[in-house]
């Protein structure tokens, strides 16, 4: 997780590596869901994590630290039409609205300002549109991806999304996936700030009804 975020015009910059968020992870979780006819679909994703961190501040001169939480709840709603429909390969078009609720909160610890907090939680939505797609490479091996773009300025001056990942299927509704996923958003609105990217590997279970 690196960015900037903050509350009441007061922000602080967040850079995580995966084994700092791990240590600071409180609970979180990720899912997707599909349903399709014929060449329709309606794609939803949800990710939802709370992560907390206390950072040195650069000079120690007003605070000694900053203790910064953030809970964050992203779905994805879409629409989808599958423009290549062939055997062991496929690719769809996406549009459809991300929905951010988050929650932002700056401690300051030591020094004149140490004891002041500052809270705030803010709901918007986004236009996203995207491509998802898969190909096999054996009978049990293939690739899946995503990549969504959005925002436009409607809420966000930007969002985006891009997966990558390798599945094996064990049979016909059951493959497992190991792969990479990145998510960017650049919200800013009457003090409220939340410029981030929250990227690292997954794994997952995949089934079909």
């Given at each position: ?5 903050g509350?009441?015009?007061?922000t ?8 700092d ?66 055997p ?12 951010f ?9 030591g ?9 705030d939680?803010?709901t ?33 001056d ?49 089934y079909?009804?």
């Amino acid at each position: 997780l690196s960015g900037d975020g903050g509350v009441g015009g007061r922000t602080a910059h967040i850079d995580q590596s995966f084994g700092d968020i791990l240590s600071d992870f409180d609970i979180g979780f990720m899912g997707v869901t599909e349903v399709r006819y014929d060449r329709f679909g309606i794609f939803s994703d949800v990710a939802y994590a709370k992560l907390s961190a206390t950072d040195k501040t650069p000079f120690q001169v007003l605070a000694n630290k900053i203790h910064t939480e953030s809970t964050s709840l992203m779905w994805t709603l879409a629409a989808e039409y599958r423009i290549v429909q062939q055997p062991g390969a496929s690719l769809d078009v996406m549009a459809g609205f991300r929905l951010f609720s988050l929650k932002n909160s700056l401690e300051f610890k030591g020094g004149p300002l140490g004891g002041l907090d500052a809270s705030d939680t803010e709901t918007w939505a986004d236009p996203i549109i995207g491509l998802k797609g898969s190909v096999d490479l054996t009978a049990r091996l293939y690739l899946t991806g995503w990549a969504m773009g959005g925002g436009f300025g409607v809420s966000s001056d930007s969002v985006w999304d891009v997966m990558a990942g390798v599945g094996y299927r064990f049979n016909d509704r059951l493959s497992m996936a190991l792969g990479y996923r990145a998510a960017g958003v650049d919200y800013e609105k009457d003090g409220f700030t939340y410029d981030t990217v929250q990227q690292g590997p997954f794994s997952g279970i995949v089934y079909k009804f």
